[in-house]
């Protein structure tokens, strides 16, 4: 797909990204995919191109829209964790509070002591069903989440993190529904999808299925390469088997899945950030105030994540730089989803970053794609 063409804008100062935008599928490593950057709340880069369905023999290709949508995966994840951010900012949540004074069932097993920041933080033990779940029961919400309220923490929370790569959104949605009466595919869209204008959604109905594009799996579950059944990672990975064909189903995408079910592309992830970028607020809307924001920065771990097997540092529902996930701010936050999409937000440039795309790379840490573009953000502030 060298030949390519490139729809959209893009401010001269952010050549760099739309250059960078196009080696990618200059490159051939690109079926179809956006990149949006916001600075100060405007809209610098707003880039789409390629395919929305894949191309193959069988079928005709249909074109990357300016309002193709796709599953994100865990950048759903940053989606969530503001939501909970906003809850905590307007004094209905307090991070340091046990789960049980909002969700009493989740003192079962042993949990009474595990508190809120202990789940924003990857760190409460519950990385996977005990029991491997079906689908039909991830998407009842509620059911899912009683059956974590009922299991026995994995390891000692706090003592660690070990990603909850599904599990998390069941635990937040939960609590969030204790406490507001919405569930938090309700309450994202009322209260910051709405405002924004941002067309980033947690569970929709038919009305939006002729947008969406198709992923192009990466060949491989979850859980990618063998693991042993033993296994922290396997046991976290496995309890929800998951290969990418999911988000093609009305059921999927009628589900709120917080943790991994999201459906957005990179002007939407950009939009509902950039006012986390500029401190709570942007064009007129706020959803939090500074010091709400500021919370991402309260570190709840920092090691090698026991299911991911890399050094982490996770803050208060996003990932925080490290060597190994270096970037040019200790005032910037992160995190992205399996196959690749990625979100940074920087509170000191007042930028936030998205990329958003359908072929998958094959595992969970992500790839060069989306890094050569943040790079090229960063590189076009000067």
């Not at 610098?44 to 309002?67: F, I």
């Not at 190994?324 to 936050?333: K, N």
Request: aromatic share 8%; hydrophobic share 45%; net charge negative.
């Amino acid at each position: 797909m060298a030949d390519v063409e490139i729809h959209g804008t893009c401010d001269d100062r952010f050549a760099a990204v739309k250059a960078a935008f196009a080696a990618n599928f200059a490159q051939g490593t690109e079926d179809g995919a956006s990149v949006a950057v916001t600075v100060d709340g405007e809209m610098v880069v707003d880039l789409w191109a390629g395919n929305a369905v894949a191309e193959s023999a069988e079928a005709a290709t249909a074109p990357w829209q300016e309002d193709t949508i796709v599953n994100v995966y865990s950048t759903t994840k940053t989606m969530a964790g503001l939501c909970m951010l906003m809850l905590a900012d307007r004094g209905q949540l307090d991070f340091n509070a046990p789960v049980v004074t909002y969700w009493p069932e989740f003192a079962a097993g042993g949990k009474q002591d595990v508190r809120v920041r202990h789940i924003m933080g990857h760190t409460s033990g519950l990385s996977g069903w005990e029991a491997p779940i079906t689908l039909e029961q991830l998407y009842n919400g509620t059911e899912s989440a009683d059956l974590l309220a009922e299991q026995t923490p994995w390891w000692e929370p706090g003592t660690a993190s070990g990603y909850h790569a599904v599990t998390l959104g069941q635990l937040q949605g939960e609590i969030l529904r204790r406490i507001d009466g919405r569930t938090l595919g309700t309450f994202f869209r009322e209260e910051v999808a709405g405002p924004l204008g941002a067309d980033f959604h947690i569970g929709f109905g038919p009305e939006l299925d002729h947008r969406c594009g198709e992923l192009v799996p990466p060949g491989n579950t979850l859980a990618g390469e063998d693991l042993a059944e033993d296994s922290l990672p396997y046991r976290t990975l496995l309890s929800i088997n998951l290969d990418a064909t999911e988000p093609q189903t009305r059921a999927w995408r009628a589900a709120e899945i917080p943790a991994a079910g999201g459906f957005g592309n990179a002007r939407a992830v950009a939009r509902v950030h950039s006012a986390m970028a500029c401190g709570g607020s942007v064009g007129g809307i706020t959803l939090l105030s500074e010091a709400g924001v500021e919370k991402v920065f309260e570190e709840q771990a920092h090691g090698i994540d026991q299911v991911l097997g890399t050094e982490i540092k996770f803050g208060m529902g996003f990932g925080l730089p490290t060597e190994v996930m270096p970037l040019p701010s200790e005032r910037a936050f992160y995190w992205g989803g399996w196959g690749g999409s990625l979100a940074v937000i920087d509170m000191d440039a007042r930028m936030s970053v998205a990329y958003v795309m359908n072929r998958m790379f094959p595992t969970l840490e992500g790839d060069l794609r989306g890094a050569m573009l943040l790079m090229a953000a960063y590189g076009s502030l000067g």
